[in-house]
């Protein structure tokens, strides 16, 4: 076995399921790619359907991608997306929460829905989404197998 195989073998991901949030482009598409050409079951979500379907469509063609639409910036997203990955998979290996959001305004004029905006989607979110990954016990894992 070469030392490149050797390598593959160890840090392999074959048949594991990640989540990536924010899936359908910038770095979370690039995230999702790189899970999906090592082997990994992966889920994309976004608030935008087209773009995230596009996204899912051009990436099936490398392995495993499902779109979930979502908007991870209220609670009743984060609970509807949980429960759609919980009807489909008994427990994830990987969750990325890379979804986020910015708000272009001096400090000065800055407003407090801007501010809401980015920390409901930035911290909220994540702290949820990962509250009811547990909740629903699809508990993000390593594998037993690594050394």
Request: include cysteine.
């Amino acid at each position: 076995m070469t030392r490149e195989n050797q390598v593959d073998s160890l840090f392999s991901l074959t048949g594991k399921v990640a989540v990536v949030t924010g899936g359908s482009r910038g770095i979370g598409a690039m995230i999702a790619r790189g899970f999906l050409e090592r082997g990994v079951k992966t889920y994309i979500t976004s608030r935008k359907p087209k773009e995230l379907q596009a996204t899912a469509d051009e990436f099936s063609k490398l392995g495993e991608c499902i779109a979930i639409q979502s908007d991870l910036s209220t609670m009743d997203g984060v609970k509807t997306f949980a429960e759609a990955i919980k009807a489909r998979e008994p427990k994830i290996h990987i969750l990325v929460n890379n979804a986020g959001a910015t708000w272009g305004a001096d400090i000065d004029e800055y407003p407090e829905s801007g501010w809401d905006k980015v920390m409901d989607l930035n911290v909220k979110s994540i702290f949820f989404l990962k509250a009811k990954s547990n909740q629903f016990q699809l508990r993000v894992s390593l594998a037993t197998t690594l050394p």
